[in-house]
């Protein structure tokens, strides 16, 4: 808990300190104001009326100072409060690209997505459905508990079908009670990414497009590795490739 020194009330306290000062001072004071009426009237000035003024105008000048020293506080408090979750924000999301980067199969980047992307979203409800095999698969919220079945699915299909310069709107497509993000392996658009509500804050958005971003990726080099692995044997000895046909891939199936 904070000690408070200053509050509200300290008008009444500096002006209980002024007279108490001049109580103590009475006849400083006194012979100070007599001296002040002696030079008014030697030299035809108005002394004490300018001393008067003088000090009320340094009175009201420390005031104004005090006010914007509280104000330059308070935004330097703002500004270090959104540094501090813009940073939260891009460990969490470094944390994110790590991990996709060591997934080598569905499983680990589904893993991932588990449990970074409800982190990411900070609080706002968020699902993920990726396209195999010609079907929309749930990566998130796989037993219908939140989203009925067909309800989100439905939201992707009409977002893979956003032109090119929605799809790449870093803040998101618009699409009823959702933002969404399309997901792009290569050249295709194999899933989306949906988050709730609309009136997220815009950081959060970003963060979530560049999410977006790296589980293409991720699943693109998921793909390219099992191409490798499935298509890409060598003879041991020979050298010579083994030719097969090569099945469609197993994502984005249209």
């Not at 330097?76 to 690209?97: D, H, P, V």
Request: some cysteine.
């Amino acid at each position: 808990m904070r000690l408070r020194i200053a509050g509200r009330h300290d008008y009444l306290l500096l002006a209980g300190f002024a007279f108490a000062i001049l109580l103590v001072f009475q006849r400083s004071v006194q012979h100070l104001l007599d001296v002040a009426r002696d030079i008014e009237k030697t030299y035809g000035v108005a002394l004490v009326p300018a001393l008067l003024i003088l000090s009320i105008m340094f009175v009201f000048h420390l005031h104004a100072n005090r006010r914007e020293m509280r104000a330059e506080a308070a935004t330097a408090a703002r500004e270090a409060e959104l540094a501090r979750a813009r940073t939260r924000e891009l460990e969490q999301l470094m944390a994110f690209g790590q991990a996709l980067s060591r997934a080598l199969s569905l499983d680990a980047v589904h893993e991932a997505v588990w449990r970074h992307l409800p982190l990411l979203a900070d609080g706002a409800e968020i699902w993920m459905v990726v396209r195999r095999d010609g079907e929309w698969e749930r990566v998130t919220d796989r037993a219908h508990a939140r989203w009925a079945d067909g309800e989100i699915e439905t939201v992707a299909a009409a977002v893979i079908e956003s032109t090119p310069e929605e799809i790449a709107r870093p803040d998101g497509i618009p699409h009823g009670p959702f933002i969404c993000y399309a997901i792009a392996a290569g050249e295709r658009t194999c899933g989306v990414i949906g988050l709730t509500p609309p009136t997220t804050a815009a950081a959060v958005r970003r963060t979530i497009g560049a999410a977006a971003t790296l589980v293409g990726i991720a699943l693109r080099n998921v793909q390219l590795f099992t191409e490798v692995r499935d298509h890409g044997l060598r003879d041991a000895l020979t050298g010579n490739r083994t030719t097969r046909f090569l099945p469609h891939s197993w994502y984005c199936r249209m």
